[in-house]
């Protein structure tokens, strides 16, 4: 039912400019034990050293979310989209049938930390496009904000997919966060950095959690916070009809 991907269980690629975890298989690192879960696909946590970047390089049927942690990442694509990714934005890219793109770290001193996200969208040869959105940090202390929805609802950048995707800060102990997930679905928690505790279980920067709930009942999670102030991402899936792999 709960099932903790440590931080140290990762994938790792290093190079003199990056050093990515994967939590799912990706590129030349394979797991078959962790290929994907649900429709969620990629938490690739990069550390982009100053003046390092991805290349201009292709991407077709696939939702791709990029959260940064701190730094900033610039984007350039196909679709004449320029922007700069900071803390407290998300930005959802539908690659659908084909889109070019590169990200970079522009700044001569500082790296980038983000999170990496990619989610199998709902169905392919959908026309590419490119959202990216700012979220308030006080909406996220001690709660659950949402930042990505099937509809874009509440300001959330829209993913094409059964999938909710929420962020939340938990800075102290008395910091709760409860969470009910429906009937036939399924969750994920992404530590983000920092420490909480998953009811009694504790998780750190880095770690990811499966939750896999009867499919005929309610269940509810609840989330702690601990001295060390964290950030995490929770998403809420529906479980997919056909395999994904």
Same mark, same amino acid.
């Given at each position: ?14 190079? *003199?400019?990056? *050093? ?58 196909? !679709? ?29 001193? &500082?790296?980038?930390?983000?999170? &990496? ?26 709660? !659950? ?5 099937? *509809? ?47 009811? *009694? ?35 809420? !899936? ?8």
């Amino acid at each position: 039912m709960i099932q903790i991907r440590h931080s140290g269980d990762r994938g790792q690629v290093q190079l *003199d400019w990056l *050093d990515s975890r994967h939590t799912f298989s990706f590129g030349q690192y394979y797991d078959p034990n962790h290929i994907n879960f649900a429709t969620l696909r990629v938490i690739n946590e990069d550390h982009i050293q100053p003046r390092g970047g991805f290349k201009t390089h292709s991407h077709q049927d696939m939702e791709i979310i990029t959260y940064v942690l701190s730094g900033t990442l610039e984007h350039k694509d196909s !679709l004449g989209n320029g922007s700069v990714i900071q803390p407290g934005e998300v930005q959802r890219m539908t690659a659908g049938t084909g889109i070019y793109h590169s990200e970079f770290n522009g700044s001569e001193n &500082q790296p980038v930390h983000l999170l &990496q996200i990619w989610i199998i969208p709902n169905e392919k040869g959908l026309p590419p496009s490119y959202e990216q959105k700012a979220f308030s940090e006080a909406e996220q202390w001690g709660k !659950l904000q949402l930042l990505g929805s099937p *509809d874009g609802r509440k300001g959330s950048v829209t993913i094409h997919q059964d999938v909710e995707l929420y962020g939340a800060k938990l800075t102290t102990e008395e910091h709760h966060i409860d969470y009910t997930i429906k009937p036939g679905r399924v969750a994920w928690i992404q530590i983000a950095r920092g420490s909480v505790i998953l009811g *009694d279980r504790p998780l750190d920067q880095g770690d990811g959690v499966a939750i896999t709930p009867p499919a005929d009942e309610p269940y509810i999670i609840q989330l702690t916070g601990t001295s060390d102030p964290a950030e995490i991402l929770l998403f809420d !899936l529906a479980l997919p009809s056909v395999s994904t792999n």
